[in-house]
Protein backbone atom coordinates (compact mmCIF):
# COMPACT_ATOMS: atom_id res chain seq x y z
CA UNK A 1 0.00 0.00 0.00
CA UNK A 2 2.41 2.41 0.66
CA UNK A 3 4.55 1.51 -2.13
CA UNK A 4 1.64 2.43 -4.40
CA UNK A 5 1.19 6.06 -2.66
CA UNK A 6 4.75 6.57 -3.26
CA UNK A 7 4.74 5.88 -6.90
CA UNK A 8 1.53 7.62 -7.48
CA UNK A 9 2.82 10.91 -6.08
CA UNK A 10 5.70 10.30 -8.04
CA UNK A 11 3.67 9.69 -11.15
CA UNK A 12 1.70 12.32 -10.16
CA UNK A 13 4.72 14.57 -9.59
CA UNK A 14 6.25 14.37 -12.64
CA UNK A 15 3.22 15.04 -14.69
CA UNK A 16 3.34 18.92 -12.97
CA UNK A 17 7.06 19.17 -13.22
CA UNK A 18 8.83 20.77 -15.94
CA UNK A 19 11.92 19.43 -17.47
CA UNK A 20 15.01 21.87 -16.94
CA UNK A 21 15.96 22.90 -20.52
CA UNK A 22 11.44 23.40 -21.70
CA UNK A 23 11.94 25.65 -18.10
CA UNK A 24 14.86 27.36 -19.32
CA UNK A 25 13.59 27.86 -22.70
CA UNK A 26 10.14 29.18 -21.53
CA UNK A 27 12.21 31.42 -18.75
CA UNK A 28 14.27 32.71 -21.56
CA UNK A 29 10.86 34.01 -23.48
CA UNK A 30 9.65 35.26 -20.46
CA UNK A 31 12.51 36.94 -19.47
CA UNK A 32 12.44 38.74 -22.76
CA UNK A 33 9.05 39.77 -22.44
CA UNK A 34 9.44 40.71 -18.71
CA UNK A 35 12.94 42.87 -19.66
CA UNK A 36 10.68 44.15 -22.49
CA UNK A 37 8.18 45.64 -19.75
CA UNK A 38 11.10 46.53 -18.22
CA UNK A 39 12.94 48.55 -20.02
CA UNK A 40 10.20 50.42 -22.16
CA UNK A 41 9.09 51.21 -18.69
CA UNK A 42 12.78 52.43 -17.42
CA UNK A 43 13.47 54.47 -20.60
CA UNK A 44 10.23 56.25 -20.58
CA UNK A 45 10.62 57.02 -17.00
CA UNK A 46 14.24 58.61 -17.57
CA UNK A 47 14.29 59.64 -21.36
CA UNK A 48 10.66 61.25 -21.73
CA UNK A 49 9.44 61.38 -17.93
CA UNK A 50 13.02 63.04 -17.05
CA UNK A 51 13.26 60.45 -13.70
CA UNK A 52 16.62 59.89 -12.18
CA UNK A 53 18.03 56.96 -14.24
CA UNK A 54 18.54 54.98 -10.97
CA UNK A 55 14.83 55.58 -9.64
CA UNK A 56 13.94 54.70 -13.47
CA UNK A 57 15.54 51.70 -13.52
CA UNK A 58 13.69 50.47 -10.26
CA UNK A 59 10.58 51.42 -11.24
CA UNK A 60 10.90 49.41 -14.53
CA UNK A 61 12.23 46.30 -12.83
CA UNK A 62 9.14 46.36 -10.60
CA UNK A 63 7.08 46.49 -13.73
CA UNK A 64 8.74 43.59 -15.46
CA UNK A 65 9.18 41.69 -12.15
CA UNK A 66 5.27 41.41 -11.64
CA UNK A 67 5.39 40.18 -15.30
CA UNK A 68 7.88 37.73 -14.65
CA UNK A 69 6.17 36.22 -11.93
CA UNK A 70 2.93 35.99 -13.33
CA UNK A 71 4.41 34.54 -16.48
CA UNK A 72 6.75 31.98 -14.20
CA UNK A 73 3.86 30.80 -12.26
CA UNK A 74 1.13 30.03 -14.71
CA UNK A 75 3.59 29.18 -17.98
CA UNK A 76 7.10 28.30 -17.38
CA UNK A 77 7.17 26.48 -14.12
CA UNK A 78 2.87 25.75 -13.92
CA UNK A 79 2.89 26.07 -10.49
CA UNK A 80 -0.90 27.87 -10.50
CA UNK A 81 -2.06 25.70 -8.18
CA UNK A 82 0.73 26.08 -5.35
CA UNK A 83 0.68 28.65 -2.44
CA UNK A 84 0.21 31.97 -4.34
CA UNK A 85 1.01 33.97 -0.92
CA UNK A 86 4.22 31.38 -0.16
CA UNK A 87 5.52 32.06 -3.99
CA UNK A 88 5.04 35.61 -4.10
CA UNK A 89 6.78 36.14 -0.39
CA UNK A 90 9.55 33.99 -2.46
CA UNK A 91 9.37 36.14 -5.48
CA UNK A 92 9.42 39.28 -3.42
CA UNK A 93 12.85 38.14 -1.77
CA UNK A 94 14.38 37.11 -4.86
CA UNK A 95 13.23 40.22 -7.12
CA UNK A 96 14.08 42.37 -4.33
CA UNK A 97 17.48 41.59 -4.70
CA UNK A 98 17.58 40.87 -8.65
CA UNK A 99 16.40 45.07 -8.41
CA UNK A 100 18.94 45.80 -6.20
CA UNK A 101 21.75 43.93 -8.32
CA UNK A 102 20.32 45.48 -11.79
CA UNK A 103 20.35 48.81 -10.80
CA UNK A 104 23.39 49.04 -8.66
CA UNK A 105 25.10 47.56 -11.62
CA UNK A 106 23.36 50.02 -13.68
CA UNK A 107 24.97 52.78 -11.39
CA UNK A 108 28.16 51.56 -11.47
CA UNK A 109 28.71 50.80 -15.00
CA UNK A 110 27.29 54.26 -16.09
CA UNK A 111 29.77 56.25 -13.31
CA UNK A 112 32.77 54.07 -14.01
CA UNK A 113 32.59 53.35 -17.71
CA UNK A 114 30.47 56.18 -18.50
CA UNK A 115 28.36 53.96 -20.97
CA UNK A 116 24.59 54.89 -21.70
CA UNK A 117 22.09 53.86 -19.49
CA UNK A 118 20.51 51.59 -21.85
CA UNK A 119 23.68 49.74 -23.24
CA UNK A 120 24.15 49.61 -19.08
CA UNK A 121 20.87 48.05 -18.56
CA UNK A 122 21.20 45.77 -21.64
CA UNK A 123 24.34 44.41 -19.73
CA UNK A 124 23.64 44.16 -16.40
CA UNK A 125 20.14 42.54 -17.00
CA UNK A 126 21.80 40.08 -19.58
CA UNK A 127 24.01 38.87 -16.71
CA UNK A 128 21.48 39.00 -13.73
CA UNK A 129 19.19 36.87 -15.64
CA UNK A 130 21.62 34.72 -17.07
CA UNK A 131 23.37 33.96 -13.34
CA UNK A 132 20.63 34.91 -10.73
CA UNK A 133 17.23 35.11 -12.01
CA UNK A 134 16.29 32.09 -13.53
CA UNK A 135 18.06 29.91 -11.13
CA UNK A 136 16.39 31.51 -8.21
CA UNK A 137 12.95 31.03 -9.69
CA UNK A 138 13.84 27.34 -10.52
CA UNK A 139 14.62 26.39 -7.35
CA UNK A 140 13.30 28.37 -4.60
CA UNK A 141 10.14 30.54 -5.99
CA UNK A 142 8.38 28.25 -8.01
CA UNK A 143 10.30 24.43 -6.27
CA UNK A 144 7.36 21.90 -6.35
Do not use: P
Not at 1 to 10: G, L, P
Not at 18 to 29: A, P, T
Not at 73 to 96: C, S, Y
Request: hydrophobic fraction near 50%; charge should be positive; aromatic fraction near 22%.
Amino acid sequence: MIREETIRSAEHKSRHTIGFKKSFLRSLFTSLTATIVDFLVSVICAEFLFIYYVTATTIGGLFGATTSFFLGRVWVFKKKNGKLRNQLIRFLFTNTFSIFLNTSGVFFIVETFDLSFVWSRVWVASFVGFFFNFLMNRYFVFRS
